[in-house]
């Protein structure tokens, strides 16, 4: 029997966990699993609801975050300010993502990343962010009509507009930005959550709780 979980395997073309399409990101992931053995070291899929009312869309796995655990925002300092908003707004059962296998559930959403696997410095490649937007399309695809997409930072932001195949310069990213796209879907903006923008003010608790408030409102207000 395959060691995929069921709920990966279940979710077809959207995940692949064997994917090794962008040779710079794999030749990494090597890498790490030479110096940090104990690591998850592969792509890491989504987690959460799996016909999701909001979807949250962040950049890629953190490499002592996602990457050390297997499920995204995990054990790094976004994590610790995006599974908090969820719990107190009612979104998750628990205010910490602690490990992939924990009791944790999220309600009604679901969290994925615009590129699946850890890119060095936390930068991926324009041409990886495209490549992996195939993976980004397929969940997208399976999310039910009305569903609101929540984006994390503009590399996400930008990767969920690729998919619809509209012009980017028609939806500018901005933090609580709105915009209406085909499917019809809603994708609501906001800066990512890292340590880098909550620490320097740029992204304070309160916009960022009101951020995702607006995405949960719209959510359940779409038919």
Do not use: W
């Amino acid at each position: 029997m395959s060691d995929v979980p069921v709920a990966v395997r279940a979710r077809g073309a959207a995940f692949d966990p064997a994917c090794t399409r962008c040779p710079r990101l794999a030749e990494y992931l090597e890498q790490q699993r030479s110096e940090h053995s104990g690591y998850f070291n592969a792509p890491v899929p989504a987690f959460g609801d799996p016909a999701p009312r909001l979807l949250i869309v962040g950049l890629a796995p953190g490499r002592h975050g996602a990457n050390a655990s297997g499920r995204p925002f995990t054990g790094d300092f976004a994590g610790f300010l995006l599974y908090r908003t969820l719990f107190e707004l009612d979104l998750s059962t628990k205010p910490e993502s602690v490990s992939a296998d924990d009791d944790l559930k999220l309600l009604g959403c679901r969290i994925t990343n615009a590129v699946k696997c850890l890119p060095p410095q936390n930068k991926p490649t324009t041409l990886e962010v495209q490549t992996c937007n195939d993976y980004l399309r397929e969940e997208l695809a399976q999310l039910p009509s009305g569903a609101v997409i929540f984006a994390l930072g503009g590399i996400a932001h930008r990767a969920v507009l690729r998919t619809s195949g509209v012009r980017l310069r028609e939806y500018p990213f901005g933090h609580g930005l709105v915009h209406e796209l085909p499917g019809p879907r809603t994708l609501v903006d906001s800066y990512h959550c890292s340590r880098y923008n909550t620490q320097t003010g740029r992204l304070t608790s309160v916009m960022f709780a009101e951020a995702v408030a607006l995405a949960k409102s719209l959510a359940a207000a779409s038919p």
